[in-house]
């Protein structure tokens, strides 16, 4: 039954209210822990090993948030068939080979079957099927297809049932299928096309009736053509087997050759930042700004193919010395879609960057706030964060400029929205009823809490809030000094960061417990006094004295916060702590690479150095690839790392922060024009060497070992 759009006030029955990656959902098991996925941009086809979207998972065949196929089950004489070896080729293909069961006069593995599939300009599949039997067999193919047109926040927590709202219009031979959802303000379709005709159409179900001779290959094609729509990449097309075996001009194989390359003596460094680069190249969004087509990060797979704030300008900043063309599309998609009114609803505020934006049905009906939310209390500051230090690497004068007054927008957001009661710090309420009760990167329900586990009243000004405002003022500052030609303002915004950090260090200490910095204050103005990972983030930004920045540094360290893969959370000391905990005590591999750029700002390379030890241990464990979020675990206890239950992979921020982690070592910084070294590279690591760094309109190669090292431009 379809519900009648809802109000702002009176939200979907059954659909919980779900905002950022702090929404989770188990995965049911249905498609099992070694799940496939291709993607390419805001599309994706999740599926189990066999390549089966059985309905009631969460898998299927979603596009712009939309889930145009639910189900897609291939039997063979009514059984599925059994995985032999199932992978990713790429990002956007793989290949699922399989043989059949026993059954009723066909012998068990006498059937083989391949499934090759890939995403791009719509979703193609190829079934191939080949006998082995001495003698002619006959077998039924069942391909079963479902369209529930869910939209993405529903397959995260419950799916109501459309049916009754979906016409079909099937060809009497089966090909295309024709489903079709219409309702007021929203509408999809979804059509399935096959190469063979089926012998027969049961329902949604497509049937062939296949003669098999002996080692004979039978091979049918299905492709669903997909709408263009906001994210959509340039994408992949050609002949299946073409597109798997790599024999065409490949858009996505150029992006990354355009990217810097690391070298090192040691393979997983080498193995874990390669597999950065592919799955930024993956995750990479295209949106038109002003006539101008721009990429930018997306946040991650499955929940979160889309633009986000936080997620997107902390992976182009993490990823800005492989090339700045991903913070450049960042920025101005983000100042495009800048907030320019008060809004209760999406939390909407002139000068805030927003949380996330949603394209299927619960948005565009206006049942949920996400066209777009703005309900986050740091992409504005990180928005300010990056646009410096896009410049520093790129001394692009003329954006800097072209974004001025989104600049000073984003200043009087911090310094009038953000600062709701004028006290001097950026706090956070939500005034939407489906908007996000955290709004910081802590942002599930109990994210932040004190240390007995009492979640604080809002508003909350959470730690590293404050942390990103300093660094902003400051940086703006340089802006203004620099391209923007305003020593006026750089002289007021170097007063109130000197204020910030005078006040922030009053009121956010405490010392008990060794001396740490309080996660936040809540609407009481009462310090929330659990011990958590946010402290890294106030190293990375400088608002951290030196002669605290020792204690701050044995506070993330000792091993009730450090793991043996990382920094947690959450300390083990505080009542709430969770080693499976989203933000409880779980390992965020970008909120380590956050805290070893801070170590390194404060000289304590040997810890920087200790913690990207560690994750490059766990990436190696992971097929190099780090996850979103690891458990808690103490390393010793489990001796391998183990991932968080619903952790997206991959996860933008989790993709860029290997490249945080090598600057670090490096000591890598741009300065007045040149690259700078510094570097301090474990012995483990043995030599670094990286070429076609790009910055201030060169290329740049870099090589370094131990604490020598040396830059120089790339001939050419």
């Not at 012998?107 to 300009?121: E, K, N, S």
């Not at 879609?337 to 209760?344: E, N």
Request: charged share 25%.
């Amino acid at each position: 039954m379809v519900v009648a759009r809802p109000t702002p006030a009176d939200p979907t029955p059954g659909i919980a209210a779900s905002g950022g990656p702090g929404d989770q959902r188990a995965a049911p098991p249905e498609l099992g822990p070694q799940s496939i996925a291709v993607l390419s941009g805001p599309t994706f086809m999740y599926s189990d090993p066999a390549g089966d979207v059985p309905p009631g998972s969460i898998g299927g065949l979603v596009h712009l948030d939309t889930r145009l196929l639910s189900g897609w089950t291939l039997t063979v004489n009514g059984a599925r068939l059994l995985v032999l070896r199932s992978e990713t080729i790429d990002h956007y293909s793989a290949q699922f080979v399989l043989t059949n069961p026993e059954l009723p006069g066909l012998p068990p593995d006498t059937v083989g079957a391949r499934r090759l599939r890939y995403v791009g300009d719509g979703f193609h599949e190829r079934i191939e099927l080949l006998s082995y039997r001495p003698k002619p067999v006959r077998v039924e193919l069942r391909l079963a297809v479902a369209a529930d047109f869910a939209d993405l926040f529903e397959v995260k927590s419950g799916v109501r049932d459309r049916s009754a709202y979906i016409v079909r219009r099937h060809a009497p031979n089966g090909s295309p299928l024709h489903f079709r959802y219409e309702t007021d303000g929203f509408a999809a379709q979804t059509e399935v096309h096959s190469s063979l005709a089926p012998d027969r159409l049961e329902g949604d179900d497509l049937v062939w009736e296949v003669q098999l001779h002996a080692c004979q290959e039978w091979q049918l094609d299905l492709s669903v053509p997909l709408p263009p729509g906001p994210g959509t990449v340039e994408p992949v097309r050609g002949d299946i087997a073409d597109v798997l075996h790599r024999r065409f001009p490949n858009p996505v194989r150029s992006w990354i050759e355009d990217r810097a390359v690391l070298d090192s003596d040691n393979p997983v460094l080498e193995r874990t930042t390669r597999q950065s680069r592919y799955d930024l190249a993956a995750l990479r969004l295209e949106l038109e700004v002003k006539g101008q087509r721009v990429e930018l990060p997306g946040a991650g797979l499955p929940w979160f193919l889309t633009v986000f704030g936080r997620d997107t300008l902390i992976t182009a900043y993490q990823t800005l010395s492989a090339g700045p063309a991903l913070a450049r599309g960042a920025l101005l998609a983000l100042a495009r879609l800048q907030g320019t009114r008060c809004d209760d609803f999406t939390d909407e505020e002139p000068g805030r960057i927003l949380h996330e934006v949603r394209f299927g049905e619960l948005t565009r009906t206006g049942a949920k706030p996400y066209t777009p939310y703005y309900g986050t209390a740091d992409a504005t500051q990180l928005w300010l964060i990056l646009l410096s230090e896009y410049w520093r690497w790129t001394g692009d004068d003329e954006l800097v400029r072209r974004l001025r007054q989104q600049a000073l927008a984003a200043l009087h957001w911090v310094d009038h929205y953000g600062d709701r009661d004028g006290d001097g710090y950026v706090e956070y309420a939500t005034r939407s009823p489906e908007g996000l009760g955290n709004q910081c990167w802590r942002d599930s329900p109990d994210g932040v809490c004190f240390s007995d586990g009492r979640i604080p009243v809002l508003p909350i000004a959470t730690c590293e809030l404050q942390g990103y405002t300093y660094d902003a003022k400051l940086r703006l500052a340089e802006l203004a000094d620099g391209p923007l030609a305003e020593p006026t303002l750089a002289a007021r915004l170097r007063d109130d960061a000197a204020r910030l950090y005078r006040q922030f260090n009053q009121d956010f200490w405490l010392d008990e417990r060794g001396g740490f910095y309080a996660v936040g204050l809540d609407g009481d103005k009462t310090p929330i006094d659990s011990k958590t990972s946010n402290m890294g983030h106030l190293l990375w930004s400088g608002i951290v004295p030196p002669d605290r920045a020792g204690a701050v540094v044995r506070q993330l360290m000792h091993e009730d916060l450090f793991s043996g893969w990382g920094i947690r959370t959450l300390s083990r000391e505080d009542r709430s702590f969770n080693a499976l905990g989203y933000h409880l005590g779980t390992v965020w591999p970008h909120d380590n690479s956050i805290a070893v750029l801070g170590l390194a700002r404060y000289g304590f390379r040997a810890e920087a150095n200790r913690i990207s030890l560690a994750l490059l241990d766990a990436a190696e464990q992971f097929g190099y690839r780090l996850p979103e979020a690891l458990s808690g675990y103490i390393r010793d206890r489990t001796m391998f790392a183990v991932p968080y239950p619903t952790a997206c992979s991959p996860q933008a921020w989790a993709a860029g922060a290997p490249l945080a982690l090598v600057r670090a070592m490096l000591g890598l910084n741009p300065v007045n024009g040149r690259l700078e070294l510094d570097p301090d590279v474990p012995p483990e690591l043995g030599r670094i060497t990286a070429s076609r760094v790009r910055a201030f309109g060169h290329h740049w190669d870099l090589e370094a070992v131990g604490r020598t090292g040396h830059v120089r431009l790339a001939p050419g």
